[in-house]
């Protein structure tokens, strides 16, 4: 008999050979520092006998074990339940879901909001539910951007990372060509969407810009806020920051990074909001949040908005990032996340299993995640993080960087 399987010892060997192969390394407790197990498969696993510091995480304010958030985790799990039950069109929707929404609107400066169960649900909910008929990406935009651009079937027209100019170019074209082919601006539908904050380069979209081009050709623009919300002003993030609420028309992000908890939320207008709630099938046909996920995400926005762990947070970063330029290592990024460059696949993952020796978690990020010769250790320092804390990363940097020789 034929064999119409899947050969999955023949892609976990390719994976190992390429140095791919991830597996599973449980941690005790979500926060800066913590114990962690050794990758055991299926087996139970085994905690390590020494804590280690943690600067790999998206925890960026330190928010998973703050008294305040647990608390209202627990309060609505009392007051409301555990789980949403159901799909929030059927009995899913709570008034927890919605005072949430309405501190996110506030935030983003948004007349709505709406939650998803995930950022992935919502950017491939989004993009799905608009149809567009051209989607102009940075090259550089998560993965759940590049899903929901397939899922639309929308023409995809990807521009150089971060360069408003590449932009202006692909606008330039796509506009060209749709005159020469006797069709109308009224005819079709333009999205752009970028990040504004880049997990693994660090980089910020230069989003005044990008509106600029947007309005020169009519285009609507979405912006990803994932790595953005909640650390800058008023626990907003990038479009807030600049000050860009009424030219971007959709605002995108996370509640699992700096808000401490899981889900992922678009802001905008209520026509776009009471269209996603209708379109989205990502929305439609999930549970709602967890009423306690929402209640957490809830206070620690109003944390990051009037706690001052946001400038903990940037003293931190400053700190590192002059203590690793200062050694001789090549760091990038414009923001919290620090990207140390190795450019070797190798070398990188020696640095990293070096730092890990000493008792600081900051894995290697290697090809194809980034691309071939920018492999790198990504650094993100949290609010909670003690100067001792920096220091000894610092350390563990030199010291691993030396018997590495790349210091």
């Not at 439609?284 to 926005?301: D, H």
């Not at 890990?356 to 909670?384: H, K, L, Q, W, Y």
């Amino acid at each position: 008999m034929a064999d119409r399987g899947f050969d999955l010892e023949d892609r976990l060997r390719t994976l190992e050979e390429n140095d791919l192969k991830r597996a599973l390394s449980p941690v005790d407790r979500v926060a800066e520092r913590g114990y962690f197990a050794e990758p055991s498969g299926g087996d139970l696993p085994v905690l390590d006998s020494a804590e280690a510091l943690v600067f790999a995480s998206n925890n960026y304010l330190g928010l998973t074990d703050d008294q305040r958030i647990q608390d209202a985790a627990r309060q609505a799990a009392a007051t409301v339940g555990t789980g949403a039950g159901a799909s929030r069109l059927v009995t899913g929707d709570t008034l927890v879901h919605r005072d949430l929404e309405r501190v996110l609107a506030e935030t983003k400066g948004t007349e709505r909001a709406l939650t998803f169960s995930s950022g992935y649900a919502a950017n491939v909910g989004t993009i799905a539910a608009l149809e567009p008929d051209v989607v102009f990406s940075d090259e550089l935009n998560h993965a759940s951007i590049i899903d929901g651009c397939r899922l639309a079937d929308a023409e995809t027209v990807v521009y150089d990372h971060c360069d408003a100019a590449s932009l202006g170019a692909k606008l330039e074209e796509q506009a060209e060509r749709a005159a020469n082919e006797g069709r109308e601006p009224v005819d079709e539908s333009w999205l752009i969407v970028t990040d504004s904050v880049f997990s693994m380069d660090g980089t910020v979209a230069p989003l005044e810009t990008i509106c600029d081009a947007a309005e020169e050709f009519g285009a609507w623009v979405m912006v990803d806020e994932a790595h953005a919300t909640g650390l800058y002003a008023n626990g907003g993030g990038i479009v807030q920051a600049e000050g860009l609420e009424d030219r971007i028309q959709i605002q995108m992000g996370t509640l699992s990074k700096a808000l401490a908890s899981q889900g992922g939320y678009v802001a905008g207008s209520s026509e776009l909001i009471e269209c996603l709630l209708n379109d989205a099938h990502s929305f439609v046909f999930s549970t709602g949040l967890a009423p306690p996920a929402a209640a957490a995400a809830s206070e620690a926005l109003h944390v990051a908005r009037h706690d001052d762990a946001r400038e903990r947070l940037w003293e931190n970063v400053a700190h590192l990032r002059d203590g690793l330029e200062s050694m001789g290592f090549e760091v990038w990024g414009d923001s919290q996340i620090l990207p140390v460059v190795v450019g070797d696949r190798r070398d990188a993952i020696d640095l990293a299993d070096g730092i890990r020796e000493r008792d600081v978690v900051a894995p290697a990020i290697r090809p194809p995640t980034v691309p071939e010769g920018t492999s790198r250790i990504r650094v993100v320092p949290m609010a909670t993080h003690e100067q001792g804390d920096i220091v000894t990363c610092l350390e563990a940097f030199r010291a691993a960087g030396e018997e590495v020789g790349l210091l």
